[in-house]
């Protein structure tokens, strides 16, 4: 019974504890939406208008990629697309900076043009 | 000065692969590609110039791809992946943004490689290298399309062929208009701080753009100029475009745009930090400054000073290189530029959502998941190999054994590799000869086998596996030493003059043929 109630806590409350750890670092989007819990929009704030300092996130609805934030005393529902969020949301399993020497150098042949800049080990 | 600029003047006349230098050159100092761009990218007149495909480039593509005329430095470098199931889903996505592009399409093919590396890449012949690192990272289909269309982008654009044809630029000038370059940048340069880190900006980009578009279109283009920011202006370009194109790709084939960000994201975190050098400098040189106030050591303060000027000078002369030497914008800034852009451009298409279910579909498919665990396991050898654990490589290479992929030239290189490791090398060998396709073998894996022959002293064993490389990877170049040693040994005259004489065709290997050669005689 007791491991049930853990488990249960655990995950009513582990959106909380994500959310937690997360903050609004800055707001990319002019205007940035401000949405219902379903994504819906319902109206808009002016980049000026946003705060300058990071927003304590309050919760996180991965799914729809939506955060809950205080705005001037009020709770609101933001789209991930206009705000940067730290710790970033999308992340490696591995790093390259941890990946064995061997692997870590790019092999790649000098005729391609790749995504990115490579590995900075 | 005069006569370097008429000389350079001849040179460059008529060159269309320098059109657009100047742009590409204000990208690295001034406003980016996305913010410029108007309207959605790929109905732009410089993009429309690349509808319709010139038959006889891609016929010539073809001839050296085919014909094995591919120089050794381009050939590929990783091993192939054979996952049916797993290709057949990723050129599928590629079907799906090529619709999106309104001209011709080139031949464009997916190409899964064992790199656990995160990005994609893509070769000037059309072919897509997919890393094992990449599909296993990836959080939708959304997302691998933003990548794989990002790559149709440098194709699509013929961005290989500005990339070669600047590399042939490259070699004709001087440095003489690196000093007009370089001083103008360095004067024009300034440092902004009010972000909390450092970013170099151009405090008059027009007279930069003035005085370098000027020295850069008429006058000699040095190498010490073009590795420091030339080439890396055109490089930051055309990753910009590539970015545009891309998502606009995306949108057109009906995937949510939103994806791309993830992928940066992720880029960005595989890439890790890149602390300008400048900072670190300029922190312990204030700290040094600072201590010696505190101590009323005014002596000392006066030399902390005298060492700001002066070695600040190099560093900042080496901080601006290692700034322009990265070929790519900052991840999160590429982020940053495209939100902006899908705000201007595609204001409902950003709204889209996310599909979270048909990539875990592929991946999690029975056929898909066991072969990518098969991988997953040679690569946890490997790591284990690294750090000197050989019976917890054993282990995993056990594993990999037992799936699905077993003989493909991964897993068995890898088994090699742990087998001699616990110095078993009569298994080792067999550990190679156990792969069953090796047209899926990158040139490391052929030149294990190549040597283990040559060794043997079995030129003809030698000759059949380098042909099999020769055809597999279009390249005559890359193993024309091992033919003529592998010819010598079949004492077969003829044979070896003809191999001396194709092989005095490759600056690169030329020599040692010679000596081979001589030795022999």
């Known amino acids: ?35 219902d819990e379903q994504g819906k929009l319902q109206r808009e704030i002016a980049r000026k208008d946003t705060p300058k300092q990071p927003v304590q996130v309050l919760q996180l609805n991965t799914d729809l990629e939506l955060v809950l934030v205080e705005l001037a005393g009020q709770k609101v529902w933001l ?23 061997s692997l870590a150098s790019d092999t790649h042949n000098k005729s391609t043009l790749g995504y990115g800049a490579g590995c900075s080990q | 000065m005069k006569g370097y600029l008429l000389l350079a003047s001849a040179l460059l006349s008529g060159c269309a692969t320098l059109k657009g230098a100047d742009q590409a050159f204000l990208n690295l100092v001034g406003s980016s590609t996305q913010s410029q761009v108007q309207g959605h990218y790929v109905d732009n007149s410089e993009v429309r110039q690349y509808y319709k495909l010139d038959p006889q480039r891609a016929g010539q593509q073809r001839l050296s791809y085919d014909g094995r005329t591919v120089p050794a430095a381009e050939a590929r470098q990783q091993n ?92 004709m000038f001087t440095t003489v208009a690196s000093t007009v370059a370089l001083a103008t940048v360095a004067a024009n340069t300034g440092v902004d701080r009010s972000s909390g880190t450092m970013k170099l900006f151009s405090k008059d980009p027009a007279g930069t753009q003035k005085t370098i578009g000027n020295t850069v279109l008429y006058t000699s283009l040095a190498n010490s100029f073009s590795d420091n920011v030339w080439s890396t202006a055109w490089g930051r370009s055309q990753e910009d475009q590539a970015d545009l194109l891309g998502t606009d790709l995306m949108i057109r084939a009906g995937y949510a745009p939103r994806a791309a960000t993830h992928s940066l994201e992720r880029l960005n975190d595989f890439q890790g930090k890149q602390k300008p050098l400048l900072t670190g400098f300029l922190t312990a040189r204030k700290n040094a400054m600072q201590d010696s ?67 875990p579909k592929v ?18 050898a490997t790591a284990a190999l690294a750090k000197n654990k050989v019976p917890e490589a054993d282990a995993f290479i056990r594993r990999a054994l037992g799936s699905p992929v077993k003989d493909q030239p991964n897993i068995r290189r890898t088994a090699y590799a742990v087998r001699l490791a616990q110095g078993r090398n009569a298994e080792a060998l067999k550990e190679l000869q156990a792969i069953k396709d090796w047209s899926l073998a990158g040139p490391s894996t052929y030149d294990l086998m190549i040597s283990y022959y040559l060794k043997r002293g079995d030129g003809k064993a030698a000759l059949a596996m380098i042909d099999k490389a020769e055809r597999n990877l279009g390249s005559e170049e890359l193993f024309i030493t091992e033919k003529l040693l592998a010819s010598q040994q079949l004492q077969n005259a003829q044979q070896v003059q003809s191999v001396l004489r194709k092989c005095g065709q490759y600056p690169a290997r030329k020599a040692n043929c010679q000596k081979l050669a001589q030795v022999k005689a």
């Not at chain 1, 789209?79 to 949301?89: A, M, Y």
């Not at chain 2, 890393?131 to 269309?149: F, R, T």
């Not at chain 2, 999690?364 to 997953?376: C, F």
């Open chain 1, 1 to 35: 019974m007791n491991r049930i109630l853990i488990v249960l806590l655990a995950a009513l409350y582990s959106q909380g504890v994500l959310a937690e750890t997360h903050v609004i670092k800055e707001f990319l989007a002019d205007p940035v939406e401000v949405v």
């Open chain 1, 79 to 101: 789209d991930t697309r206009d705000l940067r969020i730290e710790p970033p949301l999308n992340v490696m399993s591995l790093p390259c900076q941890q990946m064995p020497q």
């Open chain 2, 80 to 171: 192939l992946v054979d996952i049916p199931m797993l290709q057949v889903y990723l050129q599928g996505i590629v079907t799906r943004l090529s619709k999106g592009w309104p001209g011709e399409l080139p031949l464009l093919q997916v190409k899964i490689t064992d790199s656990y590396s995160f990005g994609p890449s893509a070769d000037p012949y059309g072919n897509i290298f997919v890393p094992l690192g990449m599909l296993e990272n990836v959080g939708s289909e959304d997302e691998i399309a933003a990548m794989l269309g990002h790559e149709m982008s440098h194709v699509l654009l013929h961005h290989h062929d500005r990339a070669a044809a600047f590399q042939q630029q490259k070699e």
């Open chain 2, 293 to 359: 106030l505190q101590q009323f050591n005014l002596d000392r303060f006066t030399k902390e000073l005298d060492v700001l000027v002066k070695d600040g000078l190099n560093t900042t002369i080496s901080a601006t290189s290692q700034y322009f030497n990265r070929s790519h914008m900052s991840a999160l800034d590429r982020d940053t530029e495209l939100r902006q852009y899908l705000q201007r451009e595609y204001p409902k298409e950003r709204r889209v959502r996310v599909n979270k279910q048909s990539w």
């Open chain 2, 363 to 380: 991946r999690d498919a029975a056929p898909v998941a066991k072969a990518m665990q098969g991988y997953k396991d040679a690569y946890a």
